[in-house]
């Protein structure tokens, strides 16, 4: 306060006629105080006053609430010798916050004994407001989504990532690559990996033909209801069931206490509706506030900078990286991992049994610069600091803690379908139609979580427009992208139609699709085999007789057929399923959405994530075995969280399925 005093002609802490040193200190000390007590008082309160407002406005009210706090103090200061226009109490509040908060940071970092201390207290009081929990051992999964098996060793090799380099010195970790299905996302991925089925998710979006509607897993009405769908298959809530927390994530995995869970983001808000619980639980502390609001900002500026260094650059592949994605890449990489991390801090403390939670930073900045970028480099680097903060909590927590960080699918470099051939798939579809081809190509949508979550803290609808299709007698096809994966829906013909039925309406359309150097192989269902893949010169394989290691599957690798054969049992399978191109050498494919590091379908690192398990823990699966779905790794998960109640009675792989 003085250092302001002395900077800013508005902030005054004497009386005009002027006064001693020592009363000026003494000013200074009761301003401080009042402000402090104000600010751990009353700004809770005005959080919870605020529960209305989206996420990130109150971001940006975080600086005005806080110079009216000072402006209070201020005025209670008994010495009535301070004073301050509002503008500068504003920037006054703003740097005395962001300085006691980086003053707490750097006792953190440089002394171990004091942040003990602050964890010690902080998990004392919350101990006291929560009943007692038994001494068994919880289990905190982390999702790191996005980072590939071959990302994560990249980054322990490179030194970016010294938490989990730390694990694997110590042995204390073991480290399992599994295989993704055929729809190589989010929204697949952990549907089947908190819930135990991903039945009927083909894609990151898709057309039902009954409801007229294109599903979306980012959507939170699509979100709901797939959830609903997978906990009416499997007929259990979830792997959260029991004293669980679910954080950051799609779904809820019937999860008692969830933050920033997207299907449930549109009901009402009430008691069943913590959707958005988490930002406001973070922001009641106004130093978590101004710190990241501050870090927000400065994302902004840095990815400005960096999006402006490959332009200038002329660095290839490269997609547009303007208009809002760098407030889209702050709040995922900034807020969102803040929150979430702070939420997982808070469920640790008061010892829940399991805590899922999901830090999408990686892969939003991966998407935009690249998987093995130097951007994206960067954001593993804080993503591996969060891990240190979460098992230093975790030291504090009144259970012994297991933490398991995994990832729900990589991602594959490439540059787009459009940049490559000048046209999107859509064009492509319209070409082989018979219909119109606009002469300049538009970009296809692209969806990701981070921007799910903003949308979802500014209560937005999460999808852009098409959300209903009405179709007529003589409707156009219908195609989404889901990274390299693309969908071909025709919205007038009720069922999926068969191979015979597309070459009679456009006999052009399968021939032109199959034999683009762009896309790797079709499925379509067939009246003749029941469904075939397509590939270059004629080529078709029937599904049944589909072998990895030849015909259109062959660069795909070991376990393709077996995913497409999967999702061609799907009831919601589109009219023509296309996979993109893929070169094995390189890894590379080609999007169909504005990505440069895409996921999706299948090809390359996209469908190889890792599980990073204690080996407290039983082996994911026995020596010689792979990992194979997400289905399979929710057994995986939900056999840990039993062993962590004790030796338990071997069962059996049938047994272990049912359950």
Same mark, same amino acid.
């Given at each position: 306060?003085?250092?302001?005093?002395?900077?800013?002609?508005?902030?005054?802490?004497?009386?005009?006629?002027?006064?001693? @040193?020592?009363?000026?200190?003494? +000013?200074?000390?009761?301003?401080?105080?009042?402000?402090?007590?104000?600010? =751990?008082?009353?700004?809770?309160?005005?959080?919870?006053?605020?529960?209305?407002?989206? #996420?990130?406005?109150? *971001?940006?009210?975080?600086?005005?609430?806080?110079?009216?706090?000072?402006?209070?103090?201020?005025?209670?200061?008994?010495?009535?010798?301070?004073?301050?226009?509002?503008?500068?109490?504003?920037?006054?509040?703003?740097?005395?916050? #962001?300085?006691?908060?980086?003053? *707490?940071?750097?006792?953190?970092?440089?002394?171990?004994?004091?942040?003990?201390?602050?964890?010690?207290?902080? @998990?004392?009081?919350?101990?006291?407001?929560?009943?007692?929990?038994?001494?068994?051992?919880?289990?905190?999964?982390?999702?790191?989504?996005?980072?590939?098996?071959?990302?994560?060793?990249?980054?322990?090799?490179?030194?970016?990532?010294?938490?989990?380099?730390?694990?694997?010195?110590?042995?204390?970790?073991?480290?399992?690559?599994?295989?993704?299905?055929?729809?190589?996302?989010?929204?697949?991925?952990?549907?089947?990996?908190?819930? *135990?089925?991903?039945?009927?998710?083909?894609?990151?979006?898709?057309?039902?033909?009954?409801?007229?509607?294109?599903?979306?897993?980012?959507?939170?009405?699509?979100? #709901?209801?797939?959830?609903?769908?997978?906990?009416?298959? +499997? =007929?259990?809530?979830?792997?959260?069931?029991?004293?669980?927390?679910?954080? $950051?994530?799609?779904?809820?995995?019937?999860?008692?206490?969830?933050?920033?869970?997207?299907?449930?983001?549109? &009901?009402?808000?009430?008691?069943?509706?913590?959707?958005?619980?988490?930002?406001?639980?973070?922001?009641?502390?106004? @130093?978590?506030?101004?710190?990241?609001?501050?870090?927000?900002?400065?994302?902004?500026?840095?990815?400005?900078?960096?999006?402006?260094?490959?332009?200038?650059?002329?660095?290839?592949? /490269?997609?547009?990286?303007?208009?809002?994605?760098?407030?889209?890449?702050?709040?995922?990489?900034?807020?969102?991992?803040?929150?979430?991390?702070?939420?997982?801090?808070?469920?640790?403390?008061?010892?829940?049994?399991?805590?899922?939670?999901?830090?999408?930073?990686?892969?939003?900045?991966?998407?935009?610069?690249?998987?093995?970028?130097?951007?994206?480099?960067?954001?593993?680097?804080?993503?591996?600091? @969060?891990?240190?903060?979460?098992?230093?909590?975790?030291?504090? =927590?009144?259970?012994?803690?297991?933490?398991?960080?995994?990832?729900?699918?990589?991602?594959?470099?490439?540059?787009?379908?459009?940049? /490559?051939?000048?046209?999107?798939?859509?064009?492509?579809?319209?070409?082989?139609?018979?219909?119109?081809?606009?002469?300049?190509?538009? &970009?296809?949508?692209? $969806?990701?979580?981070?921007?799910?979550?903003?949308?979802?803290?500014?209560?937005?609808?999460?999808?852009?427009?098409?959300?209903?299709?009405?179709?007529?007698?003589?409707?156009?096809?219908?195609?989404?992208?889901?990274?390299?994966?693309?969908?071909?829906?025709?919205?007038?013909?009720?069922?999926?139609?068969?191979?015979?039925?597309?070459?009679?309406?456009?006999?052009?359309?399968?021939?032109?699709?199959?034999?683009?150097?762009?896309?790797?192989?079709?499925?379509?269902?067939?009246?003749?085999?029941?469904?075939?893949?397509?590939?270059?010169?004629?080529?078709?394989?029937?599904?049944?007789?589909?072998?990895?290691?030849?015909?259109?599957? =062959?660069?795909? *690798?070991?376990?393709?057929?077996?995913?497409?054969?999967?999702?061609?049992?799907?009831?919601?399978?589109?009219?023509?399923?296309?996979?993109?191109?893929?070169?094995?050498?390189?890894?590379?494919?080609?999007?169909?959405?504005?990505?440069?590091?895409?996921?999706?379908?299948?090809?390359?690192?996209?469908?190889?994530?890792?599980?990073?398990?204690?080996?407290?823990?039983?082996?994911?699966?026995?020596? $010689?075995?792979?990992?194979?779905?997400?289905?399979?790794?929710?057994?995986?998960?939900?056999?840990?969280?039993r062993e962590a109640d004790g030796p338990q009675v071997p069962v059996t792989e049938e047994e272990e399925?049912?359950?």
């Amino acid at each position: 306060m003085l250092v302001l005093a002395g900077i800013l002609p508005d902030f005054q802490l004497q009386s005009p006629d002027g006064d001693s @040193a020592t009363r000026i200190a003494v +000013t200074a000390a009761l301003g401080a105080g009042a402000f402090g007590v104000l600010s =751990a008082v009353v700004w809770p309160l005005l959080v919870r006053l605020l529960l209305l407002v989206p #996420a990130l406005v109150l *971001g940006l009210l975080v600086f005005f609430l806080n110079g009216s706090l000072l402006l209070v103090a201020l005025r209670i200061n008994p010495s009535g010798q301070s004073e301050a226009a509002p503008e500068t109490a504003v920037i006054v509040a703003a740097v005395m916050s #962001a300085v006691a908060s980086a003053t *707490g940071g750097a006792l953190a970092v440089r002394d171990d004994d004091a942040y003990r201390r602050r964890l010690s207290r902080l @998990a004392t009081r919350r101990r006291r407001s929560h009943p007692p929990c038994p001494a068994v051992p919880g289990t905190v999964f982390l999702q790191l989504d996005g980072v590939g098996h071959d990302v994560l060793t990249a980054a322990v090799d490179k030194g970016l990532m010294p938490t989990v380099a730390r694990w694997f010195q110590d042995s204390t970790h073991r480290l399992t690559p599994w295989r993704t299905d055929w729809s190589s996302q989010t929204g697949a991925s952990q549907l089947g990996i908190l819930h *135990g089925s991903n039945f009927d998710v083909p894609a990151f979006r898709w057309y039902e033909k009954e409801h007229r509607e294109v599903m979306v897993c980012n959507r939170p009405t699509s979100a #709901a209801e797939l959830q609903r769908r997978a906990v009416e298959r +499997t =007929a259990d809530g979830g792997l959260l069931t029991l004293d669980g927390a679910s954080r $950051g994530n799609l779904f809820s995995g019937g999860a008692d206490e969830q933050a920033l869970v997207l299907s449930i983001a549109t &009901r009402r808000r009430g008691r069943e509706n913590r959707s958005r619980a988490g930002y406001f639980a973070y922001f009641s502390d106004p @130093a978590n506030a101004v710190r990241t609001a501050l870090s927000f900002f400065a994302e902004v500026v840095r990815e400005i900078g960096q999006s402006s260094t490959a332009r200038l650059r002329k660095q290839r592949p /490269r997609v547009n990286r303007g208009g809002l994605y760098p407030f889209v890449r702050a709040f995922a990489t900034v807020v969102e991992r803040d929150v979430v991390v702070a939420a997982v801090m808070g469920d640790l403390l008061v010892g829940r049994s399991a805590v899922y939670a999901d830090l999408v930073a990686y892969d939003e900045v991966a998407h935009h610069s690249g998987p093995h970028s130097r951007d994206a480099e960067k954001v593993l680097q804080r993503l591996d600091r @969060a891990l240190a903060l979460i098992e230093k909590a975790a030291e504090h =927590a009144p259970r012994p803690y297991r933490i398991v960080v995994l990832s729900d699918h990589g991602q594959s470099p490439g540059e787009t379908f459009r940049a /490559r051939y000048g046209l999107t798939l859509g064009d492509l579809v319209r070409a082989g139609c018979g219909l119109p081809v606009p002469r300049r190509a538009e &970009r296809t949508h692209s $969806g990701t979580e981070a921007r799910a979550a903003v949308r979802a803290a500014l209560r937005r609808p999460v999808e852009e427009g098409g959300e209903k299709h009405r179709p007529t007698r003589h409707s156009e096809p219908i195609v989404l992208a889901s990274g390299n994966l693309g969908l071909i829906s025709f919205p007038d013909v009720p069922h999926r139609m068969t191979k015979e039925e597309i070459d009679a309406r456009y006999p052009a359309l399968l021939t032109t699709l199959a034999n683009h150097p762009g896309v790797g192989f079709l499925l379509v269902r067939s009246a003749a085999h029941g469904g075939v893949v397509l590939g270059a010169y004629g080529a078709e394989v029937p599904v049944e007789r589909l072998d990895g290691d030849a015909g259109p599957l =062959a660069v795909f *690798g070991a376990g393709a057929a077996d995913a497409i054969r999967r999702t061609h049992s799907f009831p919601h399978t589109a009219d023509v399923m296309v996979n993109s191109w893929y070169d094995p050498e390189d890894g590379e494919v080609l999007a169909f959405e504005e990505q440069i590091g895409s996921h999706g379908g299948l090809g390359g690192a996209q469908g190889r994530p890792f599980l990073l398990s204690p080996v407290d823990f039983s082996a994911p699966v026995g020596e $010689g075995e792979e990992l194979v779905g997400a289905e399979a790794v929710h057994r995986v998960l939900r056999r840990w969280i039993r062993e962590a109640d004790g030796p338990q009675v071997p069962v059996t792989e049938e047994e272990e399925k049912a359950a």
